[in-house]
Protein backbone atom coordinates (compact mmCIF):
# COMPACT_ATOMS: atom_id res chain seq x y z
CA UNK A 1 0.00 0.00 0.00
CA UNK A 2 1.53 3.47 -0.90
CA UNK A 3 1.65 6.22 1.90
CA UNK A 4 -1.02 8.16 0.08
CA UNK A 5 -2.96 4.97 0.48
CA UNK A 6 -2.56 4.90 3.69
CA UNK A 7 -3.24 8.69 4.76
CA UNK A 8 -6.30 8.31 2.73
CA UNK A 9 -7.43 4.90 4.45
CA UNK A 10 -6.86 6.90 7.65
CA UNK A 11 -9.20 9.81 6.37
CA UNK A 12 -11.47 7.30 5.54
CA UNK A 13 -11.59 6.05 8.97
CA UNK A 14 -11.80 9.67 10.50
CA UNK A 15 -14.81 10.31 8.49
CA UNK A 16 -16.71 8.36 11.25
CA UNK A 17 -14.08 8.04 14.10
CA UNK A 18 -13.23 10.92 16.39
CA UNK A 19 -9.79 10.28 17.08
CA UNK A 20 -7.96 10.58 20.53
CA UNK A 21 -7.04 13.69 21.30
CA UNK A 22 -3.51 14.88 22.95
CA UNK A 23 -1.23 14.82 19.27
CA UNK A 24 -1.24 18.87 19.20
CA UNK A 25 -2.82 20.01 23.16
CA UNK A 26 -0.78 21.58 25.39
CA UNK A 27 0.50 19.50 28.30
CA UNK A 28 -1.81 18.31 30.85
CA UNK A 29 -0.22 19.33 34.16
CA UNK A 30 -1.37 17.48 37.25
CA UNK A 31 -1.53 20.70 39.49
CA UNK A 32 -3.84 22.91 36.59
CA UNK A 33 -7.59 22.34 36.66
CA UNK A 34 -8.95 22.33 33.93
CA UNK A 35 -11.77 24.69 35.13
CA UNK A 36 -9.06 27.12 36.45
CA UNK A 37 -8.65 30.64 35.53
CA UNK A 38 -5.01 30.23 34.26
CA UNK A 39 -5.58 27.08 32.77
CA UNK A 40 -5.78 28.44 29.33
CA UNK A 41 -3.03 30.60 29.58
CA UNK A 42 -1.00 27.66 30.76
CA UNK A 43 -1.71 25.63 27.89
CA UNK A 44 -1.06 28.62 25.55
CA UNK A 45 2.44 29.54 27.16
CA UNK A 46 3.19 25.83 27.23
CA UNK A 47 2.25 25.38 23.26
CA UNK A 48 4.39 28.07 22.37
CA UNK A 49 7.13 27.35 24.02
CA UNK A 50 7.09 29.70 26.51
CA UNK A 51 7.22 28.22 29.67
CA UNK A 52 7.91 24.83 30.59
CA UNK A 53 7.02 22.32 33.66
CA UNK A 54 9.08 22.76 36.66
CA UNK A 55 9.23 19.01 37.08
CA UNK A 56 7.18 15.47 37.63
CA UNK A 57 4.41 17.00 35.39
CA UNK A 58 3.71 19.97 37.46
CA UNK A 59 3.50 23.76 36.57
CA UNK A 60 3.26 24.98 39.85
CA UNK A 61 0.92 27.78 39.22
CA UNK A 62 1.28 29.73 42.42
CA UNK A 63 5.34 29.41 42.50
CA UNK A 64 6.93 32.83 41.92
CA UNK A 65 9.05 33.86 38.75
CA UNK A 66 12.40 35.68 38.76
CA UNK A 67 13.98 37.80 36.53
CA UNK A 68 16.16 35.58 34.73
CA UNK A 69 13.39 33.34 34.14
CA UNK A 70 11.11 36.17 32.80
CA UNK A 71 13.55 37.69 30.18
CA UNK A 72 14.51 34.01 29.18
CA UNK A 73 11.12 33.47 28.02
CA UNK A 74 11.00 37.15 26.19
CA UNK A 75 14.06 36.00 24.57
CA UNK A 76 12.43 32.85 23.59
CA UNK A 77 9.68 34.67 22.12
CA UNK A 78 12.10 36.79 20.06
CA UNK A 79 13.31 33.65 18.46
CA UNK A 80 16.31 32.89 20.51
CA UNK A 81 18.48 35.86 19.12
CA UNK A 82 22.43 35.78 19.08
CA UNK A 83 24.01 39.14 20.87
CA UNK A 84 27.20 40.93 21.07
CA UNK A 85 26.68 42.51 23.26
CA UNK A 86 28.70 42.24 26.70
CA UNK A 87 27.13 41.51 29.80
CA UNK A 88 26.78 44.64 31.53
CA UNK A 89 26.14 43.54 34.96
CA UNK A 90 28.79 42.30 37.94
CA UNK A 91 26.45 39.08 38.64
CA UNK A 92 25.87 37.62 35.51
CA UNK A 93 28.19 35.41 34.16
CA UNK A 94 28.73 33.90 31.04
CA UNK A 95 27.37 30.15 30.49
CA UNK A 96 24.71 30.44 32.62
CA UNK A 97 21.45 29.01 31.34
CA UNK A 98 20.38 32.90 31.16
CA UNK A 99 23.25 34.90 30.33
CA UNK A 100 22.54 34.60 26.74
CA UNK A 101 19.05 36.35 27.76
CA UNK A 102 20.04 38.59 29.93
CA UNK A 103 22.55 39.91 27.26
CA UNK A 104 19.56 40.29 24.36
CA UNK A 105 17.54 41.86 27.22
CA UNK A 106 20.27 44.42 28.19
CA UNK A 107 20.82 45.34 24.31
CA UNK A 108 17.62 46.19 23.66
CA UNK A 109 16.82 48.22 27.37
CA UNK A 110 14.34 45.89 28.45
CA UNK A 111 15.58 45.58 31.54
CA UNK A 112 15.77 48.45 34.16
CA UNK A 113 18.13 48.51 37.50
CA UNK A 114 19.73 51.27 39.04
CA UNK A 115 24.19 50.17 39.22
CA UNK A 116 25.85 47.29 38.20
CA UNK A 117 23.73 44.06 39.55
CA UNK A 118 20.84 42.22 37.51
CA UNK A 119 19.50 40.59 40.01
CA UNK A 120 18.77 37.07 38.05
CA UNK A 121 17.66 35.43 40.84
CA UNK A 122 14.88 37.82 42.35
CA UNK A 123 11.66 37.57 42.44
CA UNK A 124 9.32 39.67 40.44
CA UNK A 125 7.09 42.77 41.49
CA UNK A 126 3.85 42.77 39.47
CA UNK A 127 4.57 46.45 38.33
CA UNK A 128 8.13 45.60 37.77
CA UNK A 129 7.27 42.43 35.31
CA UNK A 130 4.99 44.93 33.68
CA UNK A 131 7.64 47.21 33.05
CA UNK A 132 9.93 44.53 31.32
CA UNK A 133 7.02 42.96 29.02
CA UNK A 134 6.22 46.93 27.96
CA UNK A 135 9.41 47.55 26.88
CA UNK A 136 9.74 44.15 25.24
CA UNK A 137 6.88 44.73 23.65
CA UNK A 138 8.62 47.68 21.92
CA UNK A 139 11.77 46.09 21.20
CA UNK A 140 8.84 43.43 19.42
CA UNK A 141 7.57 46.12 17.31
CA UNK A 142 4.23 46.53 18.99
CA UNK A 143 2.34 49.34 19.43
CA UNK A 144 2.11 50.80 23.20
CA UNK A 145 0.46 53.87 22.46
CA UNK A 146 -2.64 52.45 24.07
CA UNK A 147 -1.09 53.47 27.39
CA UNK A 148 -0.84 57.41 27.06
CA UNK A 149 -4.27 57.58 27.56
CA UNK A 150 -5.08 55.13 30.04
CA UNK A 151 -6.24 55.99 33.88
CA UNK A 152 -4.80 54.05 36.34
CA UNK A 153 -6.48 56.17 39.32
CA UNK A 154 -9.14 54.23 39.87
CA UNK A 155 -7.29 51.17 41.74
CA UNK A 156 -6.88 52.04 45.46
CA UNK A 157 -3.40 50.96 45.77
CA UNK A 158 -2.08 52.99 42.50
CA UNK A 159 0.06 55.02 44.62
CA UNK A 160 2.25 52.07 45.61
CA UNK A 161 3.48 51.55 42.02
CA UNK A 162 7.09 52.82 41.34
CA UNK A 163 7.73 55.79 39.60
CA UNK A 164 9.51 54.69 36.44
CA UNK A 165 7.24 52.18 35.98
CA UNK A 166 3.90 54.10 35.86
CA UNK A 167 3.34 54.41 31.58
CA UNK A 168 4.51 50.91 31.40
CA UNK A 169 1.45 50.37 34.32
CA UNK A 170 -0.58 52.26 32.58
CA UNK A 171 -0.03 49.93 28.82
CA UNK A 172 -0.90 46.55 30.39
CA UNK A 173 -3.86 48.32 31.81
CA UNK A 174 -5.09 49.82 28.52
CA UNK A 175 -4.28 47.09 26.83
CA UNK A 176 -5.86 44.46 29.01
CA UNK A 177 -2.45 42.62 29.16
CA UNK A 178 -2.59 43.34 33.10
CA UNK A 179 -5.87 43.13 35.27
CA UNK A 180 -6.83 43.63 38.84
CA UNK A 181 -6.33 41.17 41.47
CA UNK A 182 -9.65 41.84 42.90
CA UNK A 183 -11.96 44.97 43.93
CA UNK A 184 -9.95 48.28 42.30
CA UNK A 185 -6.93 46.61 43.54
CA UNK A 186 -4.00 46.21 41.08
CA UNK A 187 -1.64 44.94 43.58
CA UNK A 188 1.77 46.27 41.91
CA UNK A 189 4.29 45.14 44.97
CA UNK A 190 2.52 41.59 44.94
CA UNK A 191 5.11 38.82 43.21
CA UNK A 192 4.06 37.65 40.20
CA UNK A 193 3.23 33.59 40.02
CA UNK A 194 3.93 31.96 37.72
CA UNK A 195 0.42 31.63 36.66
CA UNK A 196 -0.03 35.13 35.99
CA UNK A 197 2.97 35.09 33.94
CA UNK A 198 1.49 32.66 32.02
CA UNK A 199 -1.79 35.06 31.67
CA UNK A 200 -0.04 38.14 31.05
CA UNK A 201 2.03 36.37 28.21
CA UNK A 202 -1.19 35.18 27.03
CA UNK A 203 -2.98 39.06 26.56
CA UNK A 204 -0.05 40.15 25.30
CA UNK A 205 0.96 38.48 22.52
CA UNK A 206 -2.87 36.97 21.98
CA UNK A 207 -4.01 41.11 21.65
CA UNK A 208 -1.46 42.81 19.52
CA UNK A 209 -1.98 41.20 16.27
CA UNK A 210 -0.60 42.15 12.99
CA UNK A 211 -1.59 46.77 12.89
CA UNK A 212 -1.27 48.05 9.77
CA UNK A 213 -1.10 44.83 7.72
CA UNK A 214 -4.30 42.86 5.98
CA UNK A 215 -3.92 40.78 8.58
CA UNK A 216 -4.43 42.71 11.26
CA UNK A 217 -6.57 40.23 13.33
CA UNK A 218 -4.25 37.58 13.31
CA UNK A 219 -1.60 37.17 15.98
CA UNK A 220 1.74 38.11 15.96
CA UNK A 221 2.66 34.71 15.95
CA UNK A 222 -0.14 32.75 14.45
CA UNK A 223 1.76 30.08 11.63
CA UNK A 224 -1.65 29.81 9.60
CA UNK A 225 -0.84 33.64 8.62
CA UNK A 226 2.43 33.83 7.97
CA UNK A 227 1.97 30.56 5.74
CA UNK A 228 -0.08 32.02 4.21
CA UNK A 229 1.02 35.93 3.61
CA UNK A 230 4.59 33.59 2.37
CA UNK A 231 2.49 31.41 0.07
CA UNK A 232 0.79 34.46 -1.36
CA UNK A 233 4.22 36.50 -1.86
CA UNK A 234 5.82 33.90 -3.78
CA UNK A 235 2.91 32.61 -5.96
CA UNK A 236 2.57 36.38 -6.79
CA UNK A 237 6.03 36.95 -8.01
CA UNK A 238 6.79 36.79 -11.70
CA UNK A 239 10.13 36.40 -10.65
CA UNK A 240 9.12 33.42 -8.62
CA UNK A 241 9.47 29.68 -9.50
CA UNK A 242 5.92 29.23 -7.50
CA UNK A 243 4.18 32.24 -9.96
CA UNK A 244 0.77 31.36 -10.49
CA UNK A 245 -1.16 33.41 -13.38
CA UNK A 246 -3.78 35.64 -12.33
CA UNK A 247 -6.44 33.19 -14.08
CA UNK A 248 -5.44 30.52 -12.37
CA UNK A 249 -5.53 31.94 -8.57
CA UNK A 250 -8.73 30.42 -7.40
CA UNK A 251 -9.28 29.60 -3.25
CA UNK A 252 -12.22 27.44 -1.88
CA UNK A 253 -13.93 28.51 1.03
CA UNK A 254 -16.29 26.29 3.16
CA UNK A 255 -18.86 28.55 4.70
CA UNK A 256 -20.48 27.27 8.05
CA UNK A 257 -17.10 27.22 10.78
CA UNK A 258 -15.40 28.41 8.16
CA UNK A 259 -16.42 32.17 7.01
CA UNK A 260 -19.71 32.28 9.39
CA UNK A 261 -20.62 31.10 12.71
CA UNK A 262 -21.42 26.94 12.37
CA UNK A 263 -24.05 26.11 15.23
CA UNK A 264 -25.71 28.17 17.45
CA UNK A 265 -27.47 26.25 18.45
CA UNK A 266 -26.98 24.67 14.75
CA UNK A 267 -26.96 25.42 11.24
CA UNK A 268 -27.97 28.62 10.37
CA UNK A 269 -30.60 26.79 7.26
CA UNK A 270 -31.02 24.24 10.19
CA UNK A 271 -32.72 27.00 12.05
CA UNK A 272 -34.20 28.07 9.46
CA UNK A 273 -36.40 25.18 8.53
CA UNK A 274 -36.86 24.99 12.25
CA UNK A 275 -38.47 28.77 12.37
CA UNK A 276 -39.71 27.85 9.16
CA UNK A 277 -42.04 24.94 10.25
CA UNK A 278 -42.22 25.03 13.74
CA UNK A 279 -42.66 29.19 14.26
CA UNK A 280 -43.78 31.31 11.05
CA UNK A 281 -47.77 31.96 11.93
CA UNK A 282 -48.33 31.95 8.18
CA UNK A 283 -47.17 28.45 7.45
CA UNK A 284 -46.60 25.66 10.59
CA UNK A 285 -50.53 24.80 10.13
CA UNK A 286 -49.22 23.93 6.63
CA UNK A 287 -46.23 21.65 7.05
CA UNK A 288 -46.44 18.61 6.07
CA UNK A 289 -45.59 15.61 8.51
CA UNK A 290 -41.36 15.11 7.04
CA UNK A 291 -41.66 18.80 7.49
CA UNK A 292 -42.23 18.48 11.07
CA UNK A 293 -40.60 15.72 12.21
CA UNK A 294 -37.42 16.87 10.77
CA UNK A 295 -37.69 20.50 12.55
CA UNK A 296 -38.49 18.09 15.60
CA UNK A 297 -35.14 15.96 15.11
CA UNK A 298 -33.54 19.27 14.98
CA UNK A 299 -34.53 20.94 18.05
CA UNK A 300 -33.69 17.31 19.41
CA UNK A 301 -30.32 17.73 18.59
CA UNK A 302 -29.99 21.15 19.74
CA UNK A 303 -31.06 20.13 23.10
CA UNK A 304 -29.71 16.83 23.17
CA UNK A 305 -26.66 16.72 20.93
CA UNK A 306 -28.24 13.20 19.53
CA UNK A 307 -27.22 12.69 16.48
CA UNK A 308 -29.91 11.42 13.10
CA UNK A 309 -28.61 9.11 10.20
CA UNK A 310 -29.75 10.93 7.13
CA UNK A 311 -30.59 13.84 8.86
CA UNK A 312 -28.79 16.15 6.16
CA UNK A 313 -30.61 15.31 3.27
CA UNK A 314 -34.10 15.24 4.71
CA UNK A 315 -33.55 18.52 5.73
CA UNK A 316 -31.98 19.59 2.24
CA UNK A 317 -35.69 18.14 1.05
CA UNK A 318 -37.70 20.11 3.78
CA UNK A 319 -35.86 23.23 3.10
CA UNK A 320 -36.89 22.23 -0.97
CA UNK A 321 -40.48 21.39 0.15
CA UNK A 322 -41.45 24.15 2.88
CA UNK A 323 -40.28 27.25 0.61
CA UNK A 324 -42.10 25.45 -2.34
CA UNK A 325 -43.76 28.63 -4.73
CA UNK A 326 -41.86 31.61 -3.67
CA UNK A 327 -39.60 33.01 -6.08
CA UNK A 328 -36.14 33.71 -5.54
CA UNK A 329 -36.96 37.44 -4.16
CA UNK A 330 -39.30 36.25 -1.56
CA UNK A 331 -37.28 33.32 -0.51
CA UNK A 332 -34.20 35.83 -0.53
CA UNK A 333 -36.33 38.73 1.65
CA UNK A 334 -36.92 35.52 4.10
CA UNK A 335 -33.64 35.23 4.70
CA UNK A 336 -32.64 38.46 5.40
CA UNK A 337 -35.15 38.78 7.59
CA UNK A 338 -34.34 35.42 9.55
CA UNK A 339 -31.02 37.06 9.31
CA UNK A 340 -31.89 39.99 12.21
CA UNK A 341 -32.45 36.87 14.62
CA UNK A 342 -29.90 37.15 17.58
CA UNK A 343 -27.55 34.25 18.02
CA UNK A 344 -28.65 32.73 22.01
CA UNK A 345 -24.71 32.02 22.70
CA UNK A 346 -23.98 35.65 21.88
CA UNK A 347 -24.39 39.16 23.43
CA UNK A 348 -25.31 41.95 20.69
CA UNK A 349 -24.50 39.31 17.88
CA UNK A 350 -27.50 38.83 14.76
CA UNK A 351 -27.17 36.01 12.35
CA UNK A 352 -26.69 38.46 9.34
CA UNK A 353 -23.61 39.49 11.37
CA UNK A 354 -22.17 36.19 12.24
CA UNK A 355 -18.69 36.33 10.40
CA UNK A 356 -15.20 35.35 11.48
CA UNK A 357 -13.83 38.79 11.10
CA UNK A 358 -10.33 37.50 10.73
CA UNK A 359 -11.61 35.01 7.46
CA UNK A 360 -13.07 37.83 5.85
CA UNK A 361 -9.65 39.71 6.30
CA UNK A 362 -8.27 36.46 4.49
CA UNK A 363 -10.40 37.09 1.55
CA UNK A 364 -10.28 40.33 1.34
CA UNK A 365 -6.06 39.42 0.95
CA UNK A 366 -6.36 36.94 -1.68
CA UNK A 367 -8.66 39.34 -3.68
CA UNK A 368 -6.70 42.12 -3.46
CA UNK A 369 -4.14 39.44 -4.82
CA UNK A 370 -6.13 38.45 -8.20
CA UNK A 371 -7.72 35.51 -6.74
CA UNK A 372 -11.01 34.50 -7.76
CA UNK A 373 -12.92 33.61 -4.22
CA UNK A 374 -15.96 30.81 -4.49
CA UNK A 375 -17.83 29.82 -1.70
CA UNK A 376 -18.39 25.97 -1.75
CA UNK A 377 -20.53 24.92 0.73
CA UNK A 378 -23.11 22.37 2.09
CA UNK A 379 -26.09 24.81 2.88
CA UNK A 380 -28.52 25.57 0.05
CA UNK A 381 -26.82 27.60 -2.48
CA UNK A 382 -29.95 29.89 -2.56
CA UNK A 383 -29.18 30.50 1.13
CA UNK A 384 -25.60 30.73 1.04
CA UNK A 385 -26.33 33.72 -1.56
CA UNK A 386 -28.73 34.93 1.15
CA UNK A 387 -26.39 35.32 3.42
CA UNK A 388 -23.54 36.69 1.89
CA UNK A 389 -26.07 39.34 0.44
CA UNK A 390 -25.36 42.80 2.04
CA UNK A 391 -22.67 41.23 4.01
CA UNK A 392 -18.91 41.99 5.08
CA UNK A 393 -17.75 39.75 1.93
CA UNK A 394 -18.04 40.91 -1.45
CA UNK A 395 -18.24 37.74 -3.39
CA UNK A 396 -20.67 37.36 -6.89
CA UNK A 397 -23.73 34.68 -6.72
CA UNK A 398 -21.78 33.26 -9.65
CA UNK A 399 -18.94 32.45 -7.05
CA UNK A 400 -21.27 30.77 -4.66
CA UNK A 401 -21.81 27.27 -5.00
CA UNK A 402 -24.38 25.11 -2.64
CA UNK A 403 -26.64 22.42 -2.12
CA UNK A 404 -29.38 22.67 -4.81
CA UNK A 405 -32.72 22.50 -5.08
CA UNK A 406 -34.90 22.56 -8.45
CA UNK A 407 -36.00 26.31 -10.08
CA UNK A 408 -38.72 26.31 -12.64
CA UNK A 409 -40.99 29.04 -14.46
CA UNK A 410 -43.80 30.39 -11.97
CA UNK A 411 -46.42 28.58 -15.17
CA UNK A 412 -44.62 25.67 -15.73
CA UNK A 413 -45.76 23.31 -13.07
CA UNK A 414 -45.09 20.03 -13.21
CA UNK A 415 -43.93 20.37 -17.31
CA UNK A 416 -40.73 19.20 -17.97
CA UNK A 417 -37.81 21.61 -19.50
CA UNK A 418 -37.56 20.43 -22.62
CA UNK A 419 -41.32 21.10 -23.00
CA UNK A 420 -42.13 24.38 -21.65
CA UNK A 421 -40.86 27.88 -22.99
CA UNK A 422 -40.22 30.45 -20.46
CA UNK A 423 -42.88 33.20 -21.24
CA UNK A 424 -43.13 37.11 -20.63
CA UNK A 425 -43.87 38.13 -17.46
CA UNK A 426 -43.31 35.07 -15.78
CA UNK A 427 -40.82 34.92 -12.35
CA UNK A 428 -38.46 31.74 -10.94
CA UNK A 429 -39.92 29.96 -8.38
CA UNK A 430 -38.79 27.25 -5.84
CA UNK A 431 -40.19 23.91 -7.68
CA UNK A 432 -39.92 22.53 -4.08
CA UNK A 433 -37.60 18.92 -5.32
CA UNK A 434 -34.17 18.78 -3.89
CA UNK A 435 -31.71 17.72 -6.06
CA UNK A 436 -28.18 17.05 -4.55
CA UNK A 437 -26.47 18.00 -0.80
CA UNK A 438 -22.75 19.14 -1.85
CA UNK A 439 -21.04 17.98 0.96
CA UNK A 440 -17.75 15.71 1.00
CA UNK A 441 -16.69 13.81 -2.43
CA UNK A 442 -19.39 15.89 -3.88
CA UNK A 443 -17.88 19.35 -3.16
CA UNK A 444 -15.19 18.13 -5.96
CA UNK A 445 -17.46 17.03 -8.18
CA UNK A 446 -19.20 20.23 -8.26
CA UNK A 447 -15.77 22.49 -8.36
CA UNK A 448 -15.03 20.53 -11.67
CA UNK A 449 -18.64 20.99 -12.83
CA UNK A 450 -19.17 24.49 -12.08
CA UNK A 451 -15.42 25.92 -12.04
CA UNK A 452 -14.11 23.46 -14.71
CA UNK A 453 -10.13 23.43 -13.27
CA UNK A 454 -8.45 22.93 -9.87
CA UNK A 455 -8.20 25.70 -7.37
CA UNK A 456 -5.13 26.16 -5.59
CA UNK A 457 -6.01 27.44 -2.34
CA UNK A 458 -8.49 25.42 0.68
CA UNK A 459 -10.24 26.83 3.04
CA UNK A 460 -12.51 24.21 5.07
CA UNK A 461 -13.39 23.46 9.19
CA UNK A 462 -14.63 19.55 9.43
CA UNK A 463 -14.09 16.19 7.38
CA UNK A 464 -16.81 17.21 4.67
CA UNK A 465 -14.18 19.19 3.36
CA UNK A 466 -11.85 16.70 3.49
CA UNK A 467 -12.23 15.71 -0.45
CA UNK A 468 -11.95 19.40 -1.34
CA UNK A 469 -8.94 19.84 1.14
CA UNK A 470 -6.99 16.70 -1.04
CA UNK A 471 -8.37 17.54 -4.47
CA UNK A 472 -6.35 21.14 -4.23
CA UNK A 473 -3.31 19.32 -3.13
CA UNK A 474 -3.13 16.41 -4.60
CA UNK A 475 -1.49 16.22 -8.26
CA UNK A 476 -1.47 20.11 -8.57
CA UNK A 477 0.32 21.71 -11.01
CA UNK A 478 0.83 24.50 -8.96
CA UNK A 479 1.98 25.18 -5.46
CA UNK A 480 -1.07 24.42 -3.45
CA UNK A 481 -1.99 24.35 0.80
CA UNK A 482 -5.03 23.55 2.48
CA UNK A 483 -6.17 25.58 5.42
CA UNK A 484 -8.26 23.85 8.06
CA UNK A 485 -10.16 26.18 11.17
CA UNK A 486 -9.47 24.17 14.79
CA UNK A 487 -12.90 25.04 16.50
CA UNK A 488 -10.42 25.44 20.09
CA UNK A 489 -11.76 28.44 21.33
CA UNK A 490 -14.38 27.66 23.96
CA UNK A 491 -14.33 31.70 25.73
CA UNK A 492 -15.22 33.59 22.58
CA UNK A 493 -16.94 30.69 20.87
CA UNK A 494 -18.95 27.62 20.90
CA UNK A 495 -15.61 25.58 20.60
CA UNK A 496 -15.32 22.15 21.17
CA UNK A 497 -11.81 20.59 22.08
CA UNK A 498 -12.58 16.96 21.20
CA UNK A 499 -13.19 18.43 17.46
CA UNK A 500 -10.12 20.64 17.47
CA UNK A 501 -7.78 17.57 18.52
CA UNK A 502 -9.45 15.54 16.12
CA UNK A 503 -8.73 18.34 13.62
CA UNK A 504 -5.39 19.08 14.54
CA UNK A 505 -4.63 15.00 14.10
CA UNK A 506 -5.69 15.02 10.59
CA UNK A 507 -3.65 17.99 9.89
CA UNK A 508 -0.52 16.87 10.86
CA UNK A 509 -1.61 13.51 8.80
CA UNK A 510 -2.18 15.15 5.78
CA UNK A 511 -0.38 18.02 5.42
CA UNK A 512 -3.21 20.59 5.81
CA UNK A 513 -2.30 24.31 7.60
CA UNK A 514 -4.14 24.19 10.92
CA UNK A 515 -5.87 27.85 12.15
CA UNK A 516 -6.16 27.60 15.58
CA UNK A 517 -9.16 30.33 16.79
CA UNK A 518 -8.27 30.40 20.00
CA UNK A 519 -4.29 31.44 19.40
CA UNK A 520 -4.34 33.18 16.08
CA UNK A 521 -6.69 35.69 16.11
CA UNK A 522 -7.57 38.46 18.32
CA UNK A 523 -11.10 38.70 17.82
CA UNK A 524 -13.67 36.82 16.33
CA UNK A 525 -16.59 38.71 15.82
CA UNK A 526 -15.38 42.20 16.42
CA UNK A 527 -16.17 44.98 18.76
CA UNK A 528 -19.48 44.76 20.73
CA UNK A 529 -19.65 41.18 20.85
CA UNK A 530 -19.29 38.59 23.80
CA UNK A 531 -20.33 35.08 24.45
CA UNK A 532 -22.56 34.12 27.25
Request: charged share 25%; glycine share 8%; hydrophobic share 40%.
Amino acid sequence: MTNRSTKLLALLLALILVLPAGAFAAASFSDVESGAWYADAVDYVYDKGLMDGTGNGEFTPGGELTRAQLVTILWRKAGSPESEAALAYTDVEDGKWYSDAVRWAAANDITYRKGESFGPDDILDRDEAAYILWNAAKAYGMDVSVGEDTNILSYYDFDQITKEYIPAIQWACGAGVMQGTGEDMLEPKGHLTRAQAAALLQRMFMSQGRPGTALSLWTADAKAADELISYIEAVTDENSKDFIPVEDRIAVFDLDGTLFCETDPNYFDYMLLVHRVLEDEDYKDKASDYERETALKIVEQNETGKSFSGLEVDHGKCIASSFAGMTIKEFNDYIQEFKKTYLPSYEGLQFGDAFYRPMVQVVEYLQANDFTVYIVSGTDRLIVRGIICNSLLDIPNRQIIGSDEAIIASGQGDSDGLNYVFSEGEELILKGDFIIKNLKMNKVSVIMQEIGQQPVLSFGNSTGDSSMAEYVTSGNPYRSLAFMLCCDDTVRENGSTSKADKMYSLCNEFGWVPISMKCDWTTIYGGGVSHK
